[in-house]
């Protein structure tokens, strides 16, 4: 009932609410008479709102109240494109409701001020209604009352209320400034520094989405709060003025905590599964809120049947069954004691943070000790063991057990859009993951080989998409030359000889380019970033492989030869050496390959594959017939070419695949030939090729790789070896034709990543020529200069076999003596001074002082003591310190804190070992180290390249859009006005 103040005819008690509507909003017809009735359902609200619901989708819900984050997110607790089925009916006090349709008690709006003038656009209504709590009143939510709201002005729809994408900042700036004006004044200064570094870390996020405008928006909307602090205290001042509780009493229940956010991004993600929108249109899923229809029990549970949809999925399938072969093929592997060690392979060591440290030192503890920079594949192996926790050895069995399952789903993804029949496809998979290459790789434990032929595939394709060798590709984005480099670079990294293939793609490109007309700057730039780009991130690495163009072809890891592969084996695919099956089960591939030509719909694209098939051949046989020297060798290997066959192999399954896509239907259209005969037997051979590579594989995978014990050594000779001292173990292996190998022994042995880092062949010379004269019993200076390098025993294995004359000559070396040994091995200890770093006295020979030793994996201090006080020998002229490293420019020396000048001499025809001459009367604090300042350097640059190159690739961020979008606009019906208008109406209460 309406009447005015002076009427007292009737016993009521006036009461004015003010009704705010946007003018891009529309009531239902109902909504104010429902939102007055929960006023006089709940005398203590002051402040009631609708449910918000789109404009355009009526049932899309928008809001059904909210809160905000103390990041100042706004948290409505929907999910979005939610629709309105009633689930959130029953919410009613709240923390805020919206601007569009809220009903204020108009004394409440007069006391309160009505919207603080400083937030002219957003949050106004999270502002007023939480200093409605605070001053005792209450906030609910309507649920019965609707509104649909339009939200213009956010989503730019709007002229005159605000430019187009500034929405963002705004709604930043309100939302820092309305939790700053509620933060209690000793908390203050602590979530303005909060709320400084939360939008510096989300502007870093959005930046490596490639947002620019909102990382922007996001630094503006602070530092203009930053920059006016006068608005910051107006507010304040606002809310203390009709305060009574704090803001902890009044609305701590109705913010979200840390707990129910977390809890919400999971129910989420587990949404997500249970609708499965990955694999299609959603169903019922257990999670659903809200009340269902019965209808909707007809529908199948997505819980039955799982296990019969993941079998018809063939990539399930194809993993399945690689995963289940890799099980028993390498079930000598996976189980036993010891590490996993052979053939390319050296022992893990315990942790990542070896490899890690492997990877980062300037100085490795190789040989006679190497300043090499460790290749990149140490890198990625030390990531990957990181992952598993930073167990090493985990990881090399996980790398062996999973790449050639990875294979087959590598192969499978990257066909998607070029084969569309799934039979082909999974023949496809499940040929190149059974590839001899990769088997061969697995059993000589070649880790850079496995893991580069299961990236082939993913880099094939995105090179030929990026270089327009496949129009049929998505075309090319600004993003796509940056993730061909960083995946390039990540393929270098595990298999040098990659870098030449893409040398020859962008040759191909380039050329076909030329004859076409269509070359242009785009693909001059595409093509150099692709070969330049993987060589940078690669630094410095890169530049020893371009200063040694051999060890692009050279493998990582121990270099196994396997001799001169057949020129007819390697055109069925077959590398050579061992785990790869005979070169027969190939057959079929080659012959589905060359039967590909035969039909002429596809007939272009096979002959492509075929060209790089024969281009893959000719590479593979030069590699074999010219031999290269491996790091650290004097000894010409013939090298593997396991890679140049699994690029052939490749090709030959892409040529084939091609042409089985859509054959079948092809030959039943067509009358009866003789082309239907040899499709048959051809398929027929298809198939067989990679069941008969699976069934020669699982009897066993292993050999030469193995489980077990790698040290080699007696363990009292390891515990000096890992004492203070450190001295070093050289081992001979006789070998046929009274040929001796050695090894020089650091600790208990080289571990995984030194094989990459081991001397230059020349810092080996010196050592050859001692142990020539050892093993020929001429007798001479040998024992000595093998003191000198630190040798303190010699080990000779299979002493009763092939080195039965080689132990009788050793026991007449002078200073050499015999000791016990373990069975199979016979063992001398050096009787003179064999220690890493001495004291040496030149005016006496044979006086030497050993040093004990810091840091020997990263000699970072070598040498950390102090030397003896004048009187002693140490102080006399003529002294030096002496370290049985080759000399190299980075060791530094410091007595007291004064640099000591090098004084190496070279004897012999080999490097010399490093000194360093020390003053007379020396005494003090001796520090021998390895300046590490260039590599520290190097590691920089390379960490900001590929952080740059990795966000350059990152796809940008995708904007959740505007989930009620207009269609069809109509100027016309848009009203440039921003700010909401009130309406005012008075309502009557009886009393009582």
């Not at 009620?964 to 309502?987: K, L």
Request: proline content about 7%.
């Amino acid at each position: 009932m309406l009447r005015s103040d002076s009427d007292e005819a009737f016993d009521v008690e006036t009461t004015e609410w003010v009704w705010l509507l946007h003018d891009d909003s529309a009531p239902a017809p109902s909504c104010l008479e429902r939102l007055l009735a929960a006023a006089d359902a709940h005398p203590r609200a002051a402040i009631l709102g609708p449910k918000a619901l789109g404009w355009h989708d009526r049932r899309l819900l928008l809001e059904v109240g909210f809160s905000i984050t103390g990041a100042g997110r706004r948290v409505t607790g929907l999910e979005r494109r939610e629709h309105d089925q009633g689930q959130h009916d029953d919410r009613s006090e709240v923390h805020a409701v919206g601007s569009a349709g809220m009903l204020v008690r108009r004394d409440v709006w007069d006391a309160l001020g009505g919207f603080d003038p400083q937030l002219p656009l957003y949050r106004d209504d999270l502002d007023l209604c939480w200093r409605a709590w605070r001053a005792g009143h209450e906030v609910r939510v309507v649920p019965d009352a609707v509104i649909h709201h339009r939200e213009a002005s956010y989503h730019g729809r709007r002229e005159g209320s605000t430019l187009p994408g500034r929405g963002h900042r705004l709604d930043r700036r309100s939302a820092l400034l309305v939790l700053l004006a509620q933060a209690p004044g000793w908390r203050l200064p602590f979530t303005g520094v909060r709320l400084a570094l939360g939008s510096m870390l989300r502007s870093l996020l959005y930046l490596l989405g490639k947002d620019l405008r909102r990382a922007g928006d996001e630094i503006a909307a602070i530092a203009s709060l930053l920059a006016h602090p006068g608005r910051i205290m107006s507010s304040r001042r606002r809310v203390a003025a009709t305060s009574t509780l704090s803001s902890r009493e009044a609305v701590h229940d109705l913010r979200p905590g840390a707990w129910s956010q977390a809890r919400s991004a999971l129910e989420a993600l587990a949404g997500i599964v249970a609708s499965g929108r990955a694999g299609g249109a959603s169903s019922v899923g257990a999670l659903e809120s809200g009340p269902v229809s019965d209808d909707a029990d007809i529908f199948e549970d997505p819980a039955d049947g799982f296990f019969r949809r993941s079998l018809a999925r063939p990539a399930v399938v194809i993993a399945l069954v690689l995963l289940i072969s890799a099980a028993i093929a390498g079930r000598s592997l996976w189980w036993g004691d010891g590490v996993l060690f052979g053939g390319a392979l050296l022992p893990s060591p315990e942790g990542a943070g070896d490899l890690w440290a492997a990877y980062t030192d300037t100085w490795h503890d190789v040989g006679p000790g190497s300043t090499v920079p460790a290749a990149p594949l140490t890198a990625l192996l030390a990531a990957l063991a990181t992952l598993v926790l930073g167990k090493a050895g985990l990881m090399v069995g996980l790398v062996l057990f999973l790449a050639i399952p990875a294979a087959g789903l590598s192969a499978w993804w990257s066909l998607r859009g070029i084969v569309s029949a799934r039979g082909a496809r999974t023949w496809a998979a499940m040929a190149y993951a059974l590839l001899p290459a990769m088997t061969g790789a697995m059993a000589s434990g070649r880790l850079g080989a496995m893991i580069a032929i299961v990236l082939l595939p993913p880099l094939a394709r995105v090179v030929a998409r990026l270089l327009g060798l496949a129009p049929g590709l998505a075309p090319v984005s600004g993003r796509t030359p940056w993730g061909a480099s960083l995946l390039a670079a990540l393929v270098v990294a595990c298999a040098p000889v990659m870098w030449v293939w893409l040398l020859l793609a962008v040759i191909a490109a380039l050329i076909t380019a030329g004859i076409s007309g269509r070359i242009g700057r785009d693909v001059v730039l595409r093509s150099a970033a692709l070969l330049v780009v993987p060589l940078l991130l690669l630094l410095p690495w890169s530049l020893r492989l371009l200063a040694q163009p051999g060890l692009l072809f050279a493998d990582l890891g121990i270099v196994t030869g396997v001799g001169s592969v057949p020129s007819p084996w390697l055109l069925l695919v077959d590398p050579g050496g061992p785990g790869t099956p005979p070169a027969w089960v190939m057959v079929g591939l080659v012959l589905a390959a060359l039967a590909a030509v035969l039909r002429p719909a596809t007939r272009r694209a096979v002959l492509v594959a075929w060209g790089v098939a024969l281009v893959a051949f000719a590479l593979g046989l030069i590699a074999t017939r010219v031999p290269i020297t491996p790091p650290g060798s004097e000894d010409a290997v013939p090298a593997w070419p396991g890679l140049a066959t699994a690029v052939m192999g490749a090709a030959l399954i892409l040529a084939a695949a091609l042409a089985a896509d859509g054959l079948r239907a092809s030959m039943a259209e067509s009358a009866f030939t003789w082309r239907q005969p040899v499709a048959g037997i051809t398929t027929l051979l298809a198939v067989l090729t990679p069941l008969l590579a699976l069934l020669w594989w699982l009897p066993g995978a292993g050999d030469p790789v193995r489980r077990g014990d790698p040290v080699v050594l007696p363990p009292f000779v390891i515990a000096e070896a890992i004492g203070p001292e450190a001295p070093r173990t050289l081992l001979l292996r006789p070998q046929a034709s009274a040929r001796v190998d050695y090894a020089l022994v650091n600790g208990t042995g080289p571990t995984l990543g030194d094989a990459e880092v081991a001397p230059p062949a020349a810092d080996w010379a010196e050592l050859d020529r001692l142990v020539a004269g050892l093993v020929s019993g001429r007798g001479g200076d040998e024992v000595t200069g093998l003191a000198e390098y630190a040798v303190r025993y010699v080990v000779l294995e299979q002493a009763q076999a092939e080195g039965g004359d080689l132990a009788r000559s050793l026991d007449s070396v002078p200073g050499l003596r015999r000791v016990a040994g373990q069975e199979g091995e016979v063992l001398w200890r050096v009787e003179a001074e064999a220690s890493r770093a001495v004291v040496v006295d030149d005016a006496t020979p044979g006086s030497e002082t050993p040093l004990p030793l810091v840091r020997l994996s990263s000699a970072e201090p070598f040498v950390d003591t102090v030397l003896p006080s004048s009187g002693s020998t140490l102080a006399a002229a003529g002294t030096s310190v002496r370290l049985a490293q080759t000399a190299d420019p980075a060791w530094r020396a410091t007595l007291a804190g004064a640099p000591l000048s090098p004084s190496t001499v070279t004897e012999g025809d080999g490097p010399a070992l490093q000194e360093f001459a020390l003053p007379a009367d020396a005494q003090g604090s001796l520090v021998v180290s390895i300046d590490d300042s260039a590599r520290t350097r190097w590691l920089w640059a390379q960490a900001i390249a590929w952080l740059v190159v990795a966000v350059l690739a990152l796809p940008a961020r995708r904007s959740a859009g505007d989930d009620d979008a207009d269609d069809d606009i109509d100027p016309d019906e848009v009203t440039p006005r921003a700010m909401p208008r009130t309406t005012s109406r008075t309502t009557s209460r009886p009393r009582g």
